[in-house]
Structures are given as structure tokens and as C-alpha cells.
């Protein structure tokens, strides 16, 4: 299994890895080093939505990316939600390599209005919600666009979660231990 480190200058995007601080809804962080992977498939489908992002003066924030299983039991302990949250039981498209949360920044670093902050466990996170300004649905469907353009499919409750198309049975689940130096402790 072969997973990427996604950072600039490799890869030409924002970091700001909400489990490997404070600010994410357990409050506490859930890595303890800020690394960013990838499957290698996922890795090149992020290249090219960084590249039609840029064509248009975008770029990209990841908030998530690769999840060992560890970090997936550790929230689903926390808040065990099926709406927002893969049951580790079943096995997170994250913890395969295959999924990446983020959103679209302008050329001045700043996030576009996506109308709920990552992670916003709420209706109003869901795509296609029209109880949002029109700047908002967007911004959205620009992020929706771009991603689907660069061959991702999205989940439809949250506007931030991208995955491989059938990812989960194309990829198997990844724990902490492959990658040579763990996110987790």
C-alpha cells in the first residue's frame, strides 16, 4: 500500500489538519503530528483538482486526509454519529487513503464562504441545501464541480468530504502502523 505525503512544495496547498489541534469537535487533538496522506490514485485526483483550482484562481485547504483506523475509533468513541461519521466497525473511506475533507481557498489564502465550518454535524452541511445564501450554494457547487471535474465522488451530508469512486471495496482499511513514522502517537 502506498501512500503520499501531501505538502507543498509537492503538492501546492493549504494545510490545516483539524485533528492535529484543538480545533475539531472533540476538542482536544487527535494526531499528534500534523501529516497529510494519501493513496497514491487519491494523490494524482488531487493534483488535478489543485490544477483546475488554480486555473481559475483557487486553491485548496485540506482539513483531513488519510485517517488511520486508530483515529476513526477514537472519534467514533467520542460522537458515534452515523450521518457525519463512518462507523469503524464498517471502515471510513479516510482510513483507506481514498477520502480528503477540504475547501476552497481565494488567491489571497482566505476561504470562500461554504456557510458551516468543517465538521458542522447539521443539515446545513449537507449538499444541495438551499437554506443557505446564494453565495454560499456557489461556493459549494464550485468545490462540488472541481472535485467531481478531477474524478472524485462527494458524500452528500457533508459539503467538505471527497472520496475515490468505490473506495471502499478498491482500498483495504490502514492503520497507524503503515506509515513509517505514526500519526498517531
Same mark, same amino acid.
Given at each position: 500500500? %502506498?501512500? =503520499? %505525503?501531501?505538502?507543498?512544495?509537492?503538492?501546492? !496547498?493549504?494545510?490545516?489538519?483539524?485533528?492535529?489541534?484543538?480545533?475539531?469537535?472533540?476538542?482536544?487533538? =487527535?494526531?499528534?503530528?500534523?501529516?497529510?496522506?494519501? /493513496?497514491?490514485?487519491?494523490?494524482?485526483? &488531487?493534483?488535478?483538482?489543485?490544477? $483546475?483550482?488554480?486555473?481559475?484562481? &483557487? @486553491?485548496? *485547504?485540506?482539513?483531513?486526509?488519510? *485517517?488511520?483506523?486508530?483515529?476513526?475509533?477514537? $472519534?467514533? /468513541?467520542?460522537?458515534?454519529?452515523?450521518?457525519?461519521?463512518?462507523?469503524?466497525?464498517? @471502515? %471510513?473511506? /479516510?482510513?483507506?487513503?481514498?477520502?480528503?475533507? $477540504?475547501?476552497? !481557498?481565494?488567491?489571497?489564502?482566505?476561504?470562500?464562504?461554504?456557510?458551516?465550518?468543517?465538521?458542522?454535524?447539521?443539515?446545513?452541511?449537507?449538499?444541495?441545501?438551499?437554506?443557505?445564501?446564494?453565495? !454560499?450554494?456557489?461556493? *459549494?457547487? $464550485?468545490? &462540488?464541480?472541481?472535485? *467531481?471535474?478531477?474524478?472524485?465522488?462527494?458524500?452528500?451530508?457533508?459539503?467538505?468530504?471527497?472520496?475515490? !469512486?468505490?473506495? #471502499?471495496?478498491?482500498?483495504?482499511? &490502514?492503520? #497507524?502502523? =503503515?506509515?513509517?513514522?505514526?500519526?498517531? /502517537?
Amino acid at each position: 500500500m %502506498s501512500l =503520499v %505525503s501531501i505538502a507543498p512544495p509537492a503538492f501546492d !496547498v493549504q494545510l490545516s489538519l483539524a485533528y492535529a489541534s484543538f480545533d475539531n469537535f472533540t476538542g482536544r487533538p =487527535v494526531y499528534a503530528r500534523p501529516d497529510c496522506w494519501l /493513496h497514491a490514485d487519491a494523490a494524482d485526483a &488531487l493534483r488535478h483538482a489543485i490544477e $483546475l483550482a488554480a486555473a481559475i484562481g &483557487l @486553491g485548496l *485547504r485540506i482539513f483531513d486526509a488519510f *485517517r488511520p483506523q486508530e483515529a476513526q475509533w477514537a $472519534l467514533w /468513541h467520542h460522537t458515534p454519529d452515523p450521518e457525519f461519521l463512518a462507523d469503524p466497525r464498517r @471502515g %471510513s473511506i /479516510h482510513s483507506r487513503g481514498a477520502a480528503i475533507d $477540504l475547501t476552497l !481557498v481565494d488567491g489571497n489564502g482566505q476561504a470562500l464562504d461554504m456557510g458551516t465550518g468543517f465538521d458542522a454535524f447539521t443539515p446545513l452541511s449537507h449538499h444541495g441545501n438551499r437554506d443557505l445564501s446564494i453565495e !454560499v450554494q456557489k461556493n *459549494r457547487y $464550485l468545490l &462540488l464541480g472541481i472535485m *467531481r471535474a478531477a474524478g472524485w465522488d462527494f458524500y452528500s451530508n457533508e459539503w467538505w468530504h471527497y472520496q475515490l !469512486v468505490d473506495a #471502499d471495496t478498491r482500498y483495504p482499511l &490502514l492503520s #497507524d502502523s =503503515v506509515l513509517a513514522r505514526p500519526m498517531m /502517537h
